[in-house]
């Protein structure tokens, strides 16, 4: 078996675990029913008007590190999709923004999050909701599928990030938005505090730094990238959790604090409609017209693409 098998065998077993604890009446992430579990990661995620939007399971069920909804600006008719949509808050809160005309997707791997979250639509009663089981780096769903892609502290959880990030494109409409909440490092930390540390926030597989992040999304393919932190952590939020790894905590204070954050990750998958081997993207196409037909400059079509319009655009 494989390293990447092997660690995804992990997460699948510790949130099928996460799910079966909620189902229990246990406690998760944002509306946990026990402060004993509450952590500084997932908590206080979501305002008095969303948790109002979702069944309190689903809030119980919250393990994400940011509030991409609020973040992501969905308008009304889109399609969005949720890479690791766990029990399902972030999927019925985008189904609201987007409403009966558009429709929010969920992609979750393990079975015991998945049957979660269809308990979670059942009890919303929304329509426009559908989970998809399977991998976040091979997304089941064609190209130039999806308006939006959301996702909330999955994506650190990957061991093949870059493939991630291809597939996002790859499912992305032109012009489709990127908008993502995950964990990164800030700087450079000693490599066993670092691995306590991600233990600690969950990132099972290693955070990105913020560089890294830009850079993989570059290399997919992706423009505007921006990365914007939302909430820094302290080495008195992992205090208790890297006391039990051994650890003097006041002496590897300075090698924590301010190195971890939750971001808000934004970038866009190129208007352009010429396909990849034309090399050129947007600055053929941009911007593309309302109705996607005039999106190329003759010259530049000729040059990118002498076969022609149809096949460009
Ligand atoms: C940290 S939880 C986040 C859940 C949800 N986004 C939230 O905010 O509550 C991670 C979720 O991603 C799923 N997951 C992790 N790695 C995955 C992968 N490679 N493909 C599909 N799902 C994955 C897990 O099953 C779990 O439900």
Redesign the pocket.
């Known amino acids: 078996m494989s390293a990447t098998h092997d660690l995804?065998e992990l997460?699948?077993g510790r949130?099928g675990e996460a799910a079966s604890r909620v189902r229990a009446g246990g406690c998760c992430?944002s509306g946990a029913a026990s402060p004993s579990c509450c952590d500084p990661i997932t908590s206080n995620l979501y305002d008095a008007a969303q948790a109002g939007e979702v069944p309190d399971v689903a809030l119980q069920?919250?393990?994400?590190c940011g509030n991409p909804t609020a973040l992501a600006e969905l308008e009304t008719g889109e399609t969005v999709l949720?890479l690791?949509?766990?029990?399902g808050?972030?999927v019925i809160l985008s189904a609201r923004r987007v409403g009966p005309s558009g429709m929010a997707y969920g992609?979750?791997?393990?079975d015991e999050?998945l049957s979660l979250a269809e308990e979670n639509k059942r009890r919303s009663g929304l329509a426009n909701v559908t989970f998809l089981k399977g991998?976040?780096?091979s997304i089941p769903l064609p190209d130039n599928a999806v308006d939006v892609i959301i996702s909330?502290?999955?994506i650190n959880?990957?061991g093949d990030k870059d493939k991630v990030l291809k597939e996002a494109l790859r499912v992305l409409k032109p012009g489709g938005r990127f908008a993502v909440s995950d964990v990164v490092v800030r700087g450079e930390v000693p490599p066993a505090v670092r691995r306590s540390m991600e233990l600690w926030v969950?990132c099972i597989a290693g955070a990105l730094s913020e560089e890294d992040y830009r850079a993989k999304l570059a290399a997919a393919g992706f423009e505007g990238i921006d990365v914007e932190i939302t909430r820094v952590y302290g080495a008195d939020d992992a205090r208790a959790f890297l006391a039990s790894e051994g650890m003097d905590v006041d002496a590897v204070a300075k090698d924590v604090d301010g190195k971890f954050a939750s971001a808000f990750i934004r970038a866009a998958k190129p208007a352009s409609c010429c396909p990849p081997e034309a090399g050129i993207r947007s600055a053929c196409c941009a911007p593309a017209s309302a109705d996607g037909t005039s999106c190329c400059a003759p010259a530049a079509m000729a040059t990118a693409n002498p076969a022609g319009k149809a096949t460009c655009c």
Do not use: F, P, Q, W
């Not at 069920?61 to 994400?64: D, M, Q, R, T, V």
């Not at 690791?84 to 029990?87: T, V």
């Open positions: 995804k997460v699948r949130y992430g069920a919250s393990l994400g949720d690791g949509s766990g029990g808050i972030d992609l979750d791997m393990t999050m991998e976040i780096e909330n502290c999955v959880l990957s969950g």
